[in-house]
Nanobody
Framework: EVQLVESGGGLVQPGGSLSLSCAAS????????MSWVRQAPGKGLEWVTA????????GSVDSVKGRFTISRDNAKNTLYLQMNNLKPEDTAVYYC??????????????WGQGALVTASP
C-alpha cells in the first residue's frame, strides 16, 4: 500500500521559514517523480513544485521561485520542501503527491493527508 505522510507544518510569521517532510512507503520511491501541491482556504488545488526521480530536475510555479526549494533523499524515502520568506498568501494545506512516472511533470496517483502551513503575524 502506498503511503505518504507529511510532517513539519505550523504557524510562522511572514518572512519566516518552515520545512516540510514527506515520508514515503509502499513503492519504489527512487523510481518516481514527486510533487508538492497546496490548497489555500476556500480555494482550489494549486501545483507548487516537483522533482524527478533522480532529484536533479525540478519545476516550480512562478510565485514560489527563489523562495521554495524541493529536494529528496532516496536513501531515506523522503521528500522535502524548504520554504523561505513565507508570505500570507502561502497559507495553505500542503500535500505531498506521487507522480506516476519518473519525470517531475505528470499526473498524480497517490496523495498524502496534508500539512497545514500558516504565515500570519
Amino acid at each position: 500500500e502506498v503511503q505518504l505522510v507529511e510532517s513539519g507544518g505550523g504557524l510562522v510569521q511572514p518572512g519566516g521559514s518552515l520545512s516540510l517532510s514527506c515520508a514515503a512507503s509502499g513503492f519504489a520511491f527512487s523510481s518516481y517523480g514527486m510533487s508538492w501541491v497546496r490548497q489555500a482556504p476556500g480555494k482550489g488545488l494549486e501545483w507548487v513544485t516537483a522533482i524527478n526521480s533522480g532529484g536533479d530536475i525540478t519545476g516550480s510555479v512562478d510565485s514560489v521561485k527563489g523562495r521554495f526549494t524541493i529536494s529528496r533523499d532516496n536513501a531515506k524515502n523522503t521528500l522535502y520542501l524548504q520554504m523561505n520568506n513565507l508570505k500570507p498568501e502561502d497559507t495553505a494545506v500542503y500535500y505531498c503527491a506521487k507522480v506516476y512516472t519518473s519525470t517531475w511533470a505528470g499526473a498524480f496517483d497517490a496523495w498524502g493527508q496534508g500539512a497545514l502551513v500558516t504565515a500570519s503575524p
